[in-house]
């Protein structure tokens, strides 16, 4: 029941970014964003005001911004840009500007000295405005969304794999956190990532109209950037996500089935496993711990054998597969393996495929003796 509860009102209230009238999509549309100097007034002041600065804006106040508004205390409020202290002071709420942090009335900003706020629940990185709207509103947000109470266990399930997968990268690349700590240069430039993606789209500098009315324009297109990519997360982790844990505790829990060693779980059905598996190992304080996971391939039929890595995140496996079968294929690596149906094995080890359940099996065995 609660599959089909969360699944019918993910359908009625999530939204693709590109269709035009959708029940979430279509508010963002309508929102009002003022740009005020110190002597300006509103035309028509609606029930809430939210404010942010104007100038160049950031991924964080885009995506707060636009998760305050689905609240039912800030409801489609108008989102009003400045830095002017008096006009931020009669607004209802504010966001990263104003150097105060204090729910109580509304305010939400990080750069002030002494500000150390963090998500908590074993996180630690320090927190953006979109962080702080979603550590006081997020639960609320995601219960809306799932149509469930807010005290529901999958509520609070959500509310944490959310930040983990999505939150706290912006928190982190907002405040200048690297992600490795190193000396070092990093390998490889990434501007793909979400807070990249929303500062292009601040006003280009050859841009003959740098008005506030065409500034306002792209921070509208921010927010409906960074919110459809928030809502499509709180959707595949309801949709997708959360019931893949009990399959995937199922499948832990009938390891030794498989194999008396307990290093080889079998998916029953394919599904989004590796942070299920980390948390489920560590509150069930399971010793030893999976090294390999097998699963069918539903486009070839095939099996796959899959080490489990170090870390939900990381490229370091428990376990890699045997170093003589990297890089080998088919028949060759069927005779160097002693098995049959080998179809291939990657360079790094992470990942083996065989053509049957029972020669993905073989595998797993061989290589925990390898």
């Given amino acids: ?59 964080d106040e885009a995506l707060g911004c636009f998760m305050i508004r689905l609240t039912d205390k800030f409801s489609n409020a108008e989102i009003v840009r400045s830095r ?48 702080l709207v979603y550590k006081h509103f997020g639960k609320e947000i995601i219960a809306k969304e799932l149509q469930v109470d807010e005290e529901h266990p999958n509520v609070h399930r959500l509310f944490l794999a959310i930040y983990k997968s999505f939150m706290e990268a912006i928190d982190a690349v907002d405040n200048g956190i690297n992600r490795y700590d190193t000396d070092k240069p990093p390998r490889y430039v990434n501007n793909t990532h979400l807070s990249s993606r929303v500062g292009r789209l601040n006003l280009d500098w050859i841009e003959p109209d740098q008005s506030p009315e065409k500034e306002n324009e792209a921070f509208q297109r921010a927010m409906a950037l960074a919110g459809s990519e928030f809502l499509d997360s709180v959707r595949y982790h309801a949709k997708s996500w959360l019931p893949a844990r009990s399959i995937v505790l199922e499948c832990l829990t009938a390891r030794q089935d498989i194999d008396t060693s307990g290093e080889i779980m079998v998916l029953t059905t394919f599904c989004p496993w590796k942070l299920h598996l980390f948390e ?52 060759e690596l069927s005779r ?28 797993a065995k061989a290589a925990l003796k390898l």
């Fill in 1 to 59: 029941m609660l599959a089909q509860t969360i699944t019918r009102g993910l359908n009625q209230r999530l939204f693709t970014f590109h269709t035009q009238f959708t029940p979430l999509l279509l508010p963002l549309m309508a929102t009002r964003v003022s740009a005020f100097s110190s002597a300006g007034s509103p035309n028509h002041a609606p029930l809430k005001r939210v404010g942010t600065h104007n100038g160049s804006f950031h991924c």
């Fill in 84 to 131: 002017d202290p008096q006009v931020l002071e009669g607004l209802d709420a504010v966001l990263d500007v104003g150097g105060v942090y204090d729910p109580s009335r509304d305010r939400y900003d990080h750069h002030q000295k002494g500000f150390d706020e963090v998500f908590g629940h074993g996180f630690s990185t320090k927190l953006s405005s979109a962080g």
């Fill in 280 to 331: 489920l190992e560590e509150e069930m304080k399971t010793v030893p711990t999976v090294k390999y996971v097998l699963y069918q391939d539903d486009r070839s039929k095939h099996w796959r054998v899959q080490a489990v890595a170090v870390s939900p995140d990381s490229f370091e496996s428990r376990k890699p597969l045997p170093s003589q079968w990297r890089g080998l294929r088919d028949d």
């Fill in 336 to 363: 160097e393996a002693g098995i049959p149906g080998c179809v291939f094995v990657h360079m790094s080890g992470f990942i083996g495929g065989n053509q049957s359940y029972e020669g993905a099996l073989a595998m």
